[in-house]
């Protein structure tokens, strides 16, 4: 072997002065091309902040407009308010001849409608040739939300027209109710819009085409020749959804608009749009004039850097082109040469720069080259002396290999075996250390792929030492499948690519692994799918077939099972739900999940076909609500609570389907037990999302804390003096945006998150307060206060009545506290006891909601109550049902003869307010009587004609 400094090569080095000019070259076209790039950049960023600035200038003009069209509108709707408390209410003899008087033409109302509660037309006024007027569909819909809000109403609508139209409920001088309805057209909002603002408007109806609308029929327009054909450009240019509202700014467009689309929601016949449009063409020579300024700024930047650039970099790159001619004579072991150049090519600066440490780097480069060279002759001798040592330590190694837990094998590329240990030759049943043409593929291999083991392996048979993991079966000589886990290196031999195999059984584990895993997905004493493992599965369904799919959760819930295990020990009750598992997985349909989520709980998912119209209802589930059970001499039936409820999409989940599902499972076992119920078929509010309830209840605490509870007074007449006797309080719950929100909305959750008695005091508190400013007034019309079985219960109920009685002042006498829920009540005496509360500060008591409960009765007898307040059910339909007027007298004549007076709710007309009348009732209260209004509307003077 020579040594590295015995070679020799000519002293001359390939440094000619075009290998130098080609690096700059290229160094400078790198560094143009990098300057390029960045300013480049920078002028995009530059246009694209140019455009975002006028799309938003564009976005904030088009939020302005439309705050103009809504206050042109709400403007409109004021002015129709005004005018319509200036129009003379017509006389019934007006109505009865139906005579027409054109409305006023400085107005510019087209038509006047006068309707009843009902919505039907008594009275119109209508200028001649005017076809203006509002749908069935419409006149509908509004009369309905006035019903229901009492307060007027403004629509903006488009059937064949477009006009403005407002809906008030008045009461007349002789105590008629009507409905007065303005109608004027949108033309003259379109006008003020235009006049005001210098853009374009328009009123359209749309049809849906696809995934997107499409202009039908363009009805009001400011401008109908021009905006006509602008809006068909731009709808043809973009894609509206229906119910979206849409901006429209396109910088590509020949012409330069911008346009919001408008859903006129309030419509209730078509799809109709509102599209404001503005001329924005100044905005396109401001971007054309700003893409000159960026281009013309970036080429001269771009020119002085490159100029700069060159002027900094060439000293630097002649100097290490210099340093680069001593890099060639280090391989040919020159090194004498190489100090000689180095040490005539010294930095002249001051100071020192990255060169210089080049320049010193390559000289203890040298110095090092130089010392291993002489040391590669020192380890050669050394080498000798470890070969042989390695000798000694070959029988050691395969002593080791023999005696290893691994499967141990060198094989070629083609799987052909050259060395294999003890273990792999026990496995294989081969008896010679390397056996003639044995191969490993026919022991390891993975019985699910067609590609051999030997195949997998190529693709590190390139490198030396190159590995690759993974598992694999090994397939033993008497046939058994053992599972192991292999590395492979690759090795090379002779300049021959080999793999060196060794592998592991992890038979053992693999098996305990599996046993862990299958119970950590099923239930250990019934075997079904756990709780995680349903709701997994469930929520994999509901994704992919919720489109097509009807699809119910059916759970199961054994009553009492908890006293079961008492009574016949925990291994009975295992054994039971061993056979209701069983039981369940014969009648629920074969693809149907079966989970145990809970102690005596289970839950299934059923799914049926849209197509087919199946559901539960026809597999018969009602045999499973009683089981019999038997083990040995033990028989008993046990009753099992079933509760179906179906997916929608108004659910997050099979999470919060099992959620509700639960709490509806709950109100069921707390009044039925061992029955099937469809909660699908209930306006129960447990039905509600988990969503909705958090978010209401936050509402109501928010409405607690807040004080943005408002009481509504009820009256209830006294049939004996046809005057008010007293006021039932209603609480009304204000929002964020101060609507109104009915009580049916927050009760339930209120009685769900224990809030009821917060709320209860609350009122109590306001209602009081009003009491003590009509003791102050003279007033001596009485309260009616509902208070509830768990504000009731509170264990300082009776201290708690006695502070808001001193804080407010409000006088007992002329308090009645409605007790609702008395079916809560834990029993009669402890009802007796909380109701003494109210008698001894000396509020009279009423009892609500009589005849719905199975404890009415009883309680009626045995508590100290001064009212009986017969529920509304019982009187909505008594001028039609014999069966009601039957129960109803009957009710009265026990009251009457246990000394309690009679309060009928619910009276909506006259001839139930007659039938009772005759009955001998003394109180009646309904919407035939007055509505739920709040203080500022109520009338104390109020009495029913002719009674």
Same mark, same amino acid.
């Given at each position: 072997?020579?040594?590295?400094?015995?070679?020799?090569?000519?002293?001359?080095?390939?440094?000619?002065?075009?290998?130098?000019?080609?690096?700059?070259?290229?160094? #400078?076209?790198?560094?143009?091309?990098?300057?390029?790039?960045?300013?480049?950049?920078?002028?995009?960023?530059?246009?694209?902040?140019?455009?975002?600035?006028?799309?938003?200038?564009?976005?904030? %003009? &088009?939020?302005?407009?439309?705050?103009?069209?809504?206050?042109?509108?709400?403007?409109?709707?004021?002015? &129709?308010?005004?005018?319509?408390?200036?129009?003379?209410?017509?006389?019934?003899?007006?109505?009865?001849?139906?005579?027409?008087?054109?409305?006023?033409?400085?107005?510019?109302?087209?038509?006047?409608?006068?309707? *009843?509660?009902?919505?039907?037309?008594?009275?119109?006024?209508?200028?001649?040739?005017?076809?203006?007027?509002?749908?069935?569909?419409?006149?509908?819909?509004?009369?309905?939300?006035? %019903?229901?809000?009492?307060?007027?109403?403004?629509?903006?609508?488009?059937?064949?027209?477009?006009?403005?139209?407002?809906?008030?409920?008045?009461?007349?001088?002789?105590?008629?109710?009507?409905?007065?309805?303005?109608?004027?057209?949108?033309?003259?909002?379109?006008?003020?819009?235009?006049?005001?603002?210098? !853009?374009?408007?328009?009123?359209?109806?749309?049809?849906?085409?696809?995934?997107?609308?499409?202009?039908?029929?363009?009805?009001?327009?400011?401008?109908?020749?021009?905006?006509?054909?602008?809006?068909?450009?731009? +709808?043809?240019?973009?894609?509206?959804?229906?119910?979206?509202?849409?901006?429209?700014?396109?910088?590509?467009?020949?012409?330069?608009?911008?346009?919001?689309?408008?859903?006129?929601?309030?419509?209730?016949?078509?799809?109709?749009?509102?599209?404001?449009?503005?001329?924005?063409?100044?905005?396109?020579?401001?971007?054309?004039?700003?893409?000159?300024?960026?281009?013309?700024?970036?080429?001269?930047?771009?020119?002085?850097?490159?100029?700069?650039?060159?002027?900094?970099?060439?000293?630097?790159?002649?100097?290490?082109?210099?340093?680069?001619?001593?890099?060639?004579?280090?391989?040919?072991?020159?090194?004498?040469? !190489?100090?000689?150049?180095?040490?005539?090519?010294?930095?002249?600066?001051?100071?020192?720069?990255?060169?210089?440490?080049?320049?010193?780097?390559?000289?203890?480069?040298?110095?090092?080259?130089?010392?291993?060279?002489?040391?590669?002759?020192?380890?050669?001798?050394?080498?000798?002396?470890?070969?042989? !040592?390695?000798?000694?330590?070959?029988?050691?190694?395969?002593?080791?290999?023999?005696?290893?837990?691994?499967?141990?094998?060198?094989?070629?590329?083609?799987?052909?075996?050259?060395?294999?240990?003890?273990?792999?030759?026990?496995?294989?049943?081969?008896?010679?250390?390397?056996?003639?043409?044995?191969?490993? *593929?026919?022991?390891?291999?993975?019985?699910?792929?067609?590609?051999?083991?030997?195949?997998?392996?190529?693709?590190?048979?390139?490198?030396?030492?190159?590995?690759?993991?993974?598992?694999?079966?090994?397939?033993?000589?008497?046939?058994?499948?053992?599972?192991?886990?292999?590395?492979?290196?690759? &090795?090379?031999?002779?300049?021959?690519?080999?793999?060196?195999?060794?592998?592991?059984?992890?038979?053992?584990?693999?098996?305990?692994?599996?046993?862990?895993?299958? &119970?950590?997905?099923?239930?250990?004493?019934?075997?079904?799918?756990?709780?995680?493992?349903?709701?997994?599965?469930?929520?994999?369904? +509901?994704?992919?077939?919720?489109?097509?799919?009807?699809?119910?959760?059916?759970?199961?819930?054994?009553?009492?099972?908890?006293?079961? *295990?008492?009574?016949?020990?925990?291994?009975?009750?295992?054994?039971?739900?061993?056979?209701?598992?069983?039981?369940?997985?014969?009648?629920?349909?074969?693809?149907?999940?079966?989970?145990?989520? @809970?102690?005596?709980?289970?839950?299934?998912?059923?799914?049926?076909?849209?197509?087919?119209?199946?559901?539960?209802?026809?597999?018969?589930?009602?045999?499973?609500?009683?089981?019999?059970?038997?083990?040995?001499?033990?028989?008993?039936?046990?009753?099992?609570?079933?509760?179906?409820?179906?997916?929608?999409?108004?659910?997050?989940?099979?999470?919060?389907?099992?959620?509700?599902?639960? #709490?509806?499972?709950?109100?069921?076992?707390?009044?039925?037990?061992?029955?099937?119920?469809?909660?699908?078929?209930?306006?129960?509010?447990?039905?509600?999302?988990?969503?909705?309830?958090?978010?209401?209840?936050?509402?109501?605490?928010?409405?607690?804390?807040?004080?943005?509870?408002?009481?509504?007074?009820?009256?209830?007449?006294?049939?004996?003096?046809?005057?008010?006797?007293?006021?039932?309080?209603?609480?009304?719950?204000?929002?964020?945006?101060?609507?109104? +929100?009915?009580?049916?909305?927050?009760?339930?959750? !209120?009685?769900?998150?224990?809030?009821?008695?917060?709320?209860?005091?609350?009122?109590?508190?306001?209602?009081?307060?009003?009491?003590?400013?009509?003791?102050?007034?003279?007033?001596?019309?009485?309260?009616?206060? *509902?208070?509830?079985?768990?504000?009731?219960?509170?264990?300082?109920?009776?201290?708690?009545?006695?502070?808001?009685?001193?804080?407010?002042?409000?006088?007992?006498?002329?308090?009645?506290?409605?007790?609702?829920?008395?079916?809560?009540?834990?029993?009669?005496?402890?009802?007796?006891?909380?109701?003494?509360?109210?008698?001894?500060?000396?509020?009279?008591?009423?009892?609500?909601?009589? @005849?719905?409960?199975?404890?009415?009765?009883?309680?009626?007898?045995?508590?100290?109550?001064?009212?009986?307040?017969?529920?509304?059910?019982?009187?909505?339909?008594?001028?039609?049902?014999?069966?009601?007027?039957?129960?109803?007298?009957?009710?009265?004549?026990?009251?009457?003869?246990?000394?309690?007076?009679?309060?009928?709710?619910?009276?909506?007309?006259?001839?139930?307010?007659?039938?009772?009348?005759?009955?001998?009732?003394?109180?009646?209260?309904?919407?035939?009587?007055?509505?739920?209004?709040?203080?500022?509307?109520?009338?104390?003077?109020?009495?029913?004609?002719?009674?």
């Amino acid at each position: 072997m020579k040594k590295t400094t015995e070679l020799t090569k000519p002293d001359s080095a390939p440094t000619s002065p075009t290998v130098k000019l080609g690096l700059q070259r290229k160094l #400078s076209g790198v560094l143009f091309f990098a300057v390029a790039l960045v300013m480049g950049g920078r002028g995009y960023v530059s246009y694209v902040q140019t455009v975002q600035t006028h799309r938003a200038a564009v976005t904030e %003009n &088009l939020d302005q407009l439309e705050e103009t069209f809504n206050a042109i509108s709400d403007r409109s709707s004021n002015e &129709l308010f005004r005018l319509a408390d200036q129009y003379p209410i017509p006389s019934k003899q007006e109505i009865t001849e139906g005579s027409n008087t054109p409305p006023s033409l400085l107005s510019g109302i087209e038509s006047i409608y006068y309707f *009843n509660s009902k919505g039907e037309i008594l009275f119109t006024s209508i200028q001649d040739g005017s076809t203006i007027k509002p749908s069935p569909t419409q006149i509908t819909n509004s009369v309905n939300l006035l %019903n229901r809000n009492h307060r007027p109403i403004s629509k903006l609508s488009c059937n064949k027209q477009c006009f403005q139209s407002v809906f008030i409920p008045i009461i007349t001088n002789d105590g008629r109710e009507l409905i007065i309805n303005i109608n004027r057209s949108a033309a003259l909002l379109t006008q003020d819009f235009f006049e005001i603002t210098r !853009a374009d408007i328009a009123l359209m109806t749309m049809t849906q085409q696809r995934n997107s609308l499409a202009l039908k029929e363009l009805i009001a327009a400011s401008h109908a020749t021009s905006t006509s054909a602008v809006i068909t450009n731009i +709808i043809e240019a973009t894609k509206i959804l229906p119910g979206e509202t849409k901006d429209f700014f396109d910088i590509s467009a020949s012409s330069f608009y911008s346009a919001r689309f408008l859903p006129l929601k309030n419509n209730d016949d078509s799809i109709t749009y509102i599209a404001i449009i503005k001329d924005q063409s100044q905005i396109q020579a401001l971007i054309v004039q700003a893409i000159k300024d960026i281009f013309f700024s970036t080429l001269i930047t771009l020119f002085l850097i490159i100029i700069l650039i060159s002027l900094i970099l060439k000293p630097s790159l002649d100097r290490l082109m210099r340093l680069a001619k001593i890099l060639p004579m280090l391989p040919e072991g020159r090194f004498a040469d !190489a100090k000689k150049l180095l040490n005539q090519r010294h930095s002249r600066q001051k100071y020192s720069d990255e060169i210089d440490i080049l320049q010193n780097t390559i000289g203890d480069v040298i110095d090092s080259l130089e010392r291993m060279d002489a040391s590669v002759n020192q380890h050669r001798d050394e080498l000798k002396s470890k070969i042989e !040592a390695l000798t000694e330590a070959k029988f050691f190694t395969e002593m080791l290999l023999d005696t290893s837990p691994l499967a141990v094998i060198i094989h070629d590329t083609k799987g052909t075996i050259r060395n294999i240990n003890k273990m792999g030759r026990e496995l294989t049943g081969q008896n010679l250390k390397a056996p003639v043409n044995a191969n490993i *593929n026919t022991w390891v291999r993975n019985e699910h792929q067609s590609k051999s083991l030997s195949s997998s392996l190529q693709s590190i048979t390139d490198t030396t030492g190159k590995k690759m993991q993974g598992q694999m079966p090994f397939f033993t000589d008497d046939g058994r499948k053992l599972y192991f886990l292999w590395t492979h290196t690759c &090795l090379h031999v002779n300049d021959e690519p080999h793999i060196l195999s060794m592998g592991i059984d992890i038979t053992e584990r693999k098996e305990a692994a599996e046993s862990l895993h299958w &119970l950590g997905q099923h239930d250990r004493i019934t075997g079904l799918l756990n709780r995680s493992s349903f709701t997994e599965l469930a929520n994999d369904y +509901i994704h992919k077939h919720r489109d097509e799919d009807l699809i119910e959760l059916v759970m199961f819930d054994i009553d009492d099972f908890a006293i079961f *295990n008492d009574r016949f020990s925990f291994d009975a009750g295992d054994h039971l739900l061993n056979e209701l598992a069983a039981h369940l997985a014969q009648v629920l349909p074969e693809d149907c999940p079966i989970a145990r989520t @809970g102690s005596g709980e289970f839950c299934a998912i059923v799914h049926h076909s849209l197509a087919s119209g199946k559901s539960v209802k026809d597999l018969n589930l009602e045999a499973l609500t009683r089981y019999a059970f038997t083990k040995g001499s033990l028989t008993e039936e046990i009753c099992v609570s079933i509760v179906v409820d179906s997916y929608d999409e108004g659910l997050s989940g099979i999470d919060e389907l099992i959620s509700n599902t639960t #709490s509806t499972m709950g109100k069921v076992k707390s009044k039925v037990r061992g029955s099937l119920y469809y909660a699908a078929e209930s306006d129960d509010t447990s039905r509600v999302s988990r969503h909705e309830k958090y978010r209401m209840k936050e509402q109501l605490q928010a409405a607690l804390s807040g004080n943005r509870l408002v009481l509504f007074y009820q009256p209830i007449l006294d049939l004996n003096t046809n005057s008010i006797s007293h006021c039932e309080c209603l609480v009304r719950m204000l929002d964020d945006e101060g609507q109104f +929100i009915s009580p049916a909305q927050f009760l339930g959750i !209120a009685a769900e998150s224990g809030m009821m008695p917060r709320l209860d005091f609350s009122v109590m508190e306001k209602a009081m307060r009003q009491q003590r400013a009509w003791e102050d007034s003279g007033i001596t019309t009485g309260l009616s206060i *509902n208070i509830t079985a768990p504000t009731l219960e509170q264990p300082d109920f009776e201290e708690r009545l006695a502070e808001i009685l001193k804080r407010t002042g409000a006088n007992p006498d002329r308090l009645i506290f409605e007790v609702v829920e008395t079916d809560a009540l834990e029993s009669i005496s402890a009802a007796r006891k909380l109701l003494n509360n109210f008698k001894s500060v000396g509020a009279k008591i009423a009892f609500d909601d009589f @005849g719905i409960g199975f404890t009415s009765f009883e309680y009626v007898r045995e508590l100290p109550v001064d009212y009986i307040k017969i529920d509304q059910s019982f009187i909505r339909f008594i001028h039609e049902r014999e069966s009601d007027r039957v129960l109803v007298k009957s009710m009265v004549e026990m009251s009457h003869n246990l000394g309690k007076k009679v309060i009928v709710e619910g009276v909506e007309n006259r001839q139930s307010l007659d039938i009772v009348l005759d009955m001998g009732v003394e109180y009646v209260q309904g919407y035939y009587v007055c509505r739920p209004m709040p203080i500022s509307a109520l009338d104390l003077s109020l009495s029913i004609r002719d009674l």
